[in-house]
């Protein structure tokens, strides 16, 4: 199971950080990712930490706002978003894979997801 939390209402130039608890299994088994899906668009992947700590991202619009870290011992994963735009609204998913490595950006590499968390970026 994974549950996201921390997702909220931002002014722009703002920072968040999103948060991704899994429970059933040890984070360093598995790549998580973080989703998004901003209103009328596609679910797209950002960004994703492999099991072994390291992380890639996937969406340019990201490189340089957004990071991917976890806590082994909290069971969770963060998203720290930085530099937040309008564009960056949408409501954010983490995601679990199958493997020990990151699947690519498509959701269907993700088999386990959690519910989503709602961020808005807006004066």
């Known amino acids: 199971q994974l549950v996201e939390s921390g997702g909220g209402l931002v002014q722009p130039g703002g920072s968040l950080t999103l948060s991704c608890t899994a429970s059933?299994?040890?984070?360093?088994?598995?790549?998580i990712g973080w989703f998004r899906q901003g209103p009328g668009k596609e679910r797209e992947g950002i960004i994703c930490?492999?099991?072994?700590?390291?992380?890639?991202i996937y969406a340019d619009s990201v490189k340089g706002r957004f990071t991917i870290s976890r806590d082994i011992a909290k069971s969770t994963v963060y998203l720290q978003m930085n530099s937040l735009k309008p564009e960056d609204t949408a409501v954010y998913y983490c995601?679990?894979?199958?493997?020990?490595?990151?699947?690519?950006?498509?959701?269907?590499?993700?088999?386990?997801w959690g519910q989503g968390t709602p961020d808005t970026v807006s004066s």
């Open positions: 995601a679990r894979t199958m493997y020990t490595y990151c699947p690519g950006a498509g959701k269907d590499g993700y088999p386990f």
């Open positions: 059933g299994y040890r984070l360093d088994d598995h790549g």
């Open positions: 930490i492999r099991s072994t700590g390291s992380s890639i």
